[in-house]
């Protein structure tokens, strides 16, 4: 997240005149919240399956729970966001060894439902009021979301709130530059009086009992002033502290003189109990090692090898939703022990996996298929990251082609007698072509024809000397800001699209121009550029991939939970795929960049639940 939030930050101090295409495409400023909320609200992402409870009294059964599973992290913060990767294969070179051997744990534990708030879209915009926002306006698509089914982002100049509805969830953000200090500094006292004054003002100060906490806050060393974090924790609430940023609480970051900065709220309160059977800590600790569950240390990054050896485990509680997102407290195995990547200093490490049974039965998802299966080739060559450098030597091809004479300057950059600009873009390895000013940005009487500006386009992107890949499908996005549109071309590469889960789903190898109100070009940007390499892999047949789906050998993302389940787990009454496609996938979908990419069958459709329908999508391993 960090290496894609300062990529995005990169982009946009480099996008002067044109919007970068990033910004154009989300239509939204990229925002350190952007993904690090979904993980501090959403703590839990994946089906765990259907439990097998044992409820002597008879109480209705919550359905399938979701965990987050397949997240590795550098650790959390005070105010409890942390680095989420969710793919399978995150740990998939490490090596778990145990100090000792491990006691078999409970047979049987308690799920707790928790009791939380609801609120209305007014209800939001009045606590946005509350808390100082004066004009608060709605925010479209915000984290990924339809605004006002469950999730509302308000803003106000420099303030944001995010809220989800059907929570009670919310998290508060200052993004712009600061207010002047105050004339003193807050005592350590102070700083929880204001924390408190200022959650009663906004109205949402809890009424049950909660414990309070306060220090200084992660993160902020350099501010040069000290940062405060306080925690309000319900009482009552078996959670395990071991892994912070999970548990119901609400964090307030303030300044030293008691302005708020930032606030998270998830507060929840225990609820109906049922009994339910657990599997055991080896059980636990063989689906840790296969990708499943939560693992944070100080020293582990992305893509790693090393040795975690668990000295410890016990048993503990985390959030979990149900898919109409009713929260619980699940009991989870609670590894800690230490973590010695390769060549690397030993530290310690904390994990956790689900300690529910789950059933495993075929076909859990249900799966049905409602279209034709493609055609597909039988083997195909793989595609990986493409050097800047390579980008950087077609620059004078390109500047040639553009009617830009000369040489670059000592940036790099190619620039023309009238405006004209091209540079390489180091944070998408790509390129930047800037037209020459200044631009016209009246409207005309009569607008250009999408016809006419997808044609221009093509002529245009086709007639380019060097380009790395093979124009796709053009689409033409709607202007969501001003009056300029794009046409963007997905890059293809044997015929083979790439395609990306996260948000933006357009994010993918591209070219695309950009057009003024009277269809003048304002720029064209070649973007995450890739290149085929010598390894040639042989491809399973959609037959084969099919039968692969039903027998559960799947990673399934459903809409609006955040990351992916594995097929044993992906429980649904039914799953109607209605598209079926071959495309590259990035090895690691949160990361902007990604050196390594892998086959897979997309498998995407609509699945019915016990009270909601979502979209799907479900990936298999297209490789022999």
Known sequence: FKDRLRDRLVSLCHSRHA????????????????????AAVFLVALAAGWLAFFSPDGKEEPGPLFFLRAEAGT???????RLTLDQFNVLSQLRFETGRDLPKGPQFGVLIKLAHGEFTVEEAIGLARRLGMKNPQMVKDPLGGPTGQNDVHLC??????????????????????????????????????????????GGVLPREAYELTSGKAQGYEGAGKPVYAVILRPKNIPVHSGIPGAEPAIRIVLRCDGVVMSATATWYTPGESYNTGLQSYNEALEALKHGEGVFEARNFRLGGSGTAVVNNVVQGYRLAYTLDLEPYLAPVAVFTGSYTPEGGAADDFSAYVSLLKTKDRPNAGNFQLDTGLPQTPASVKMVRERPLSETKAELRALAAHFGIAGEPDESGAYRGANGQELVSTSWDGG???????????????????????????RLLVTGLPVLPGEPGEAELLAATRGSDQWVVFPLLYSGLPTYRLLEPARDVP??????????????????????????????????????????NQSQVYVEGIYGPVPGKSFTAASARVSEVRLAYVPRYPQSARNEFYDLKYIFSGEARFENRKASFTALVDAGE
């Open 510 to 551: 591209r070219i695309a121009v950009q057009f003024g109100p009277k269809g003048d070009v304002w720029s064209v940007n070649c973007g995450l550029p890739l290149e085929q390499t010598a390894e040639t892999v042989r491809i399973i047949t959609p037959d084969q991939a099919w039968a692969k789906l039903c027998a």
């Open 156 to 201: 106000d100049e420099d303030r944001h709130l995010w809220v989800w509805l059907r929570q009670g969830s919310w998290i508060y953000c200052r993004m712009g530059q600061a207010p002047p200090l105050g004339n003193r500094e807050y005592s350590q006292e102070e700083i929880k009086e204001a924390a408190l004054a200022w959650l009663k003002a």
């Open 431 to 457: 390129w930047l072509y800037r037209a020459p000013q200044p631009w016209d940005l009246q409207p005309p009487d009569q607008p250009p024809a999408p016809e006419q500006l997808l044609e221009k386009a």
């Open 19 to 38: 919007p970068s295409l990033g910004q154009r495409l989300a239509g939204r400023i990229p925002s350190p919240l952007r993904l690090a909320a979904i």
């Open 75 to 81: 650790g959390t913060d005070t105010v409890g966001f």
